[in-house]
């Protein structure tokens, strides 16, 4: 089992900034592609920034030049730094990460998980 969680949400005014921690726990052979989604009320989750263990990224375009994302993998730890906030980011933020479980026939068996979700508010 691998456990996500997410920390460094809040309330902000527009124009500020936030950075967000993931940290994975549990057991697990390797911590492929992690990244940050996020839903508003009445809205889809929708992705907001991905990387993979080598470090490539991706953003959706509404955040692109405005959020960084980030990870340390010896931390198993994903950030996203969120800068120039502004109202329409006001969502729960959910870590994702793709993480390599269990051998099966020398075949590494992957799944995806999801942390609990931190709420980003940003006033305008």
């Known amino acids: 089992q691998v456990q996500l969680v997410e920390s460094g949400g809040g309330l902000v005014q527009a124009g500020g900034s936030l950075g967000l921690s993931c940290v994975a726990s549990g057991s697990f052979f390797s911590m492929n592609a992690m990244g940050w989604y996020r839903q508003a009320p009445g809205k889809q989750r929708e992705l907001v920034a991905s990387?993979?263990?080598?470090?490539?990224?991706n953003y959706a375009d509404s955040v692109k030049g405005r959020f960084t994302i980030s990870r340390d993998n010896t931390k198993n730890t994903v950030y996203l730094q969120m800068n120039s906030l502004k109202p329409e980011d006001t969502a729960v933020y959910y870590c994702n990460a793709d993480a390599g479980i269990a051998y099966y026939g020398g075949t590494l068996a992957r799944r995806n998980y999801w942390g609990q979700g931190t709420q980003v508010t940003v006033s305008s």
């Open positions: 990387i993979t263990s080598g470090g490539s990224t």
